[in-house]
């Protein structure tokens, strides 16, 4: 048997669209076990219980791409801490605990960054699989589909708030709200805060972020999908936070702030005035990625 615990991931980080993720200590854990024959799920729901289940998907991408043919698959689903569609990188857990299990299973041909290559094929952008796998900051870049990327350790705390609302927003419905094109305005706004966001991580230099964080290609659109969006961004700024951004494709939204206990608090207070059925949780960075326990 192995079991891989893979954490939670924040993608985008205000500008860095599909190219910039950072990895947290929340962990979904899963099991693998090669038997005698067949399928086997073991602690998912029932919709998750088939061929189509995102972890056995990234199980036969790593067989069909070594040519191993295992007699049967057990996954087990051992915890899942990472909510689901909410920004907080639940699918590349999936991906990632699935290619990391079938490299196991299949006698470890495939070193870390070939199971990279296969985890961004199957997610399609590589901000959420690459920290997820990798940990710590990471930038990175496709050309030709395969990944190029550079890793932070991100070792100066800073204190992560992700707020999460009661209702799921999937990858797909949120990349469907997006424009095709961008002006140049909007690109050189990204483009220079992404670079100020990557630097100002790898210096410690958090008083950037307020500037660094914010973003004109895909927050704009995916907030009118969110109920109460502009209420909690601007509810965190009067909270001192020092940037407050879309985590992944959301709807969590992510502040981050030097306050410890008192802007999780004045958070708290203000959702339940306001009737809002959110989650405050506090995240702190992992700089070590999936790990085979
Ligand atoms: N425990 C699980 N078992 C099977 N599939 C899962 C599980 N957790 C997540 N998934 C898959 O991941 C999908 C959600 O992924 P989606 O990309 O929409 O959101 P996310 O990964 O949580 O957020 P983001 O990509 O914005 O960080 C689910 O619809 C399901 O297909
Ligand atoms: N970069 C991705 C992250 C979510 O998977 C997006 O924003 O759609």
Redesign the pocket.
């Known amino acids: 048997m192995v079991r891989v615990s893979v954490p939670a ?1 924040s ?1 985008n980080l205000g500008p860095g669209f599909d190219s910039i993720g950072l990895c947290f200590d929340l962990f ?1 854990v899963f099991e693998f076990d090669e038997i005698d024959e067949g399928l086997c799920f073991e602690g ?1 729901k029932e919709e ?1 219980c088939n061929e189509n ?3 056995y998907v990234s199980m036969k991408a790593l067989f069909n791409k070594i040519k191993f043919k295992p007699k049967g698959v057990k996954i087990k ?1 051992v915890e ?1 801490n ?1 909510p ?11 991906i990632v605990a699935g290619v990391i299990g079938a490299n196991a299973i299949s006698g470890y041909q495939l070193s870390k960054d070939e199971i990279l290559d296969i985890a961004v094929e199957i997610e399609g952008h590589p901000d ?1 699989v690459a920290p997820a796998l990798l940990g710590g900051l990471i930038v990175a870049a496709l050309d030709d589909n395969k990944p190029y990327y550079s890793k932070i350790e991100v070792n100066k705390v800073v204190n992560f708030y992700a707020l999460i609302p009661d209702f799921m927003l ?3 419905e949120a990349r469907k709200v997006l424009p095709k094109e961008i002006s140049l305005k909007d690109g050189v706004y990204n483009v220079s805060r992404a670079a100020l966001l990557v630097a100002a991580f790898a210096q410690g230099k958090y008083e950037l972020l307020k500037i660094a964080c914010s973003d004109k290609f895909h927050q704009p659109y995916r907030g009118k999908l969110i109920e109460n969006y502009d209420d909690v961004m601007n509810e965190c700024n009067k909270n001192k936070a020092l940037s407050v951004y879309l ?4 709807p969590t939204i992510m502040a981050i702030s030097e306050e410890k206990e008192f802007f999780k608090e004045k958070m708290r207070t203000w959702l339940v005035q306001n009737k809002m059925n959110w989650d405050i949780i506090e995240l702190k960075i992992n700089n070590q990625g999936a790990i085979i326990k």
């Open positions: 991931t993608a979904n998912f998750f289940n995102l972890i689903l899942q990472i689901i569609a909410r920004g907080l990188g639940s699918s590349s857990s999936c959420n999937s990858t797909e985590s992944g494709a959301g």
